[in-house]
T-cell receptor, first 108, second 113 residues
């Protein structure tokens, strides 16, 4: 099956810093989503982005499908951004394969 | 509130027992997905239903089964529980049969003792 690799596995930032999270995938995809799992375990959909660029406030994402990677940018990070960020992909149909996530800690 | 409702939020049960997890999808969503999140396996797809029919199956154990009812709510049944079944079980829903725009519920944390 498709492989999804996320980097870095862990990231510690000071409040106000910017960061870039990366997701590499091993096959062509028709679906790519970024999720944030907060410290209470809730999974929040950030972006549906199989290709192109999207922005939502301080977050933006870019997927270069031809090169099989996606990037999630977090600007002016806040403590509430802490948690695990997951990239998930599907090659066909609806079954999402998740990466192992990036654990982000933002310190005040 | 994401609009996807899962009950119960927490469940503690003994090995060998059977439990049922319930999920109500977001209004208008026809697809329901079940995922298991454990420390050693990460987030794993279990099964998908679309408008009452099974659409896709993942690494779901034979001891586990699911169904989607006419009102579109879904239940995941876990039987002959083992310690290793302890995990967070998520339900998600989307409008169509594809995985476009998943919305996750808050999960059911199952602890098998």
């Amino acid at each position: 099956g498709i492989q999804v690799e996320q980097s870095p596995p862990d990231l510690i930032l000071q409040e106000g810093a910017n960061s870039t999270l990366r997701c590499n995938f091993s096959d062509s995809v028709n679906n790519l989503q970024w999720f944030h799992q907060n410290p209470w375990g809730q999974l929040i959909n950030l972006f549906y982005i199989p290709s192109g660029t999207k922005q939502n406030g301080r977050l933006s994402a870019t997927t270069v499908a031809t090169e099989r990677y996606s990037l999630l940018y977090i600007s002016s990070s806040q403590t509430t951004d802490s948690g695990v960020y997951f990239c998930a992909v599907a090659t066909s149909g609806s079954r999402l394969t998740f990466g192992e996530g990036t654990q982000l800690t933002v310190n005040p | 509130d994401s609009g996807v409702t899962q009950t119960p939020k927490h469940l503690i049960t003994a090995t060998g027992q059977r439990v049922t997890l319930r999920c109500s999808p977001r209004s208008g969503d026809l697809s329901v997905y079940w995922y298991q999140q454990s420390l050693d396996q990460g987030l794993q797809f279990l099964i998908q239903y679309y408008n009452g029919e099974e659409r896709a199956k993942g690494n779901i154990l034979e001891r586990f089964s699911a169904q989607q009812f006419p009102d579109l709510h879904s239940e995941l049944n876990l039987s002959s529980l083992e310690l290793g079944d302890s995990a967070l079980y998520f339900c998600a829903s989307s409008v169509g049969g594809q995985a476009y725009g998943y919305t996750f519920g808050s999960g059911t944390r199952l602890t098998v003792v």
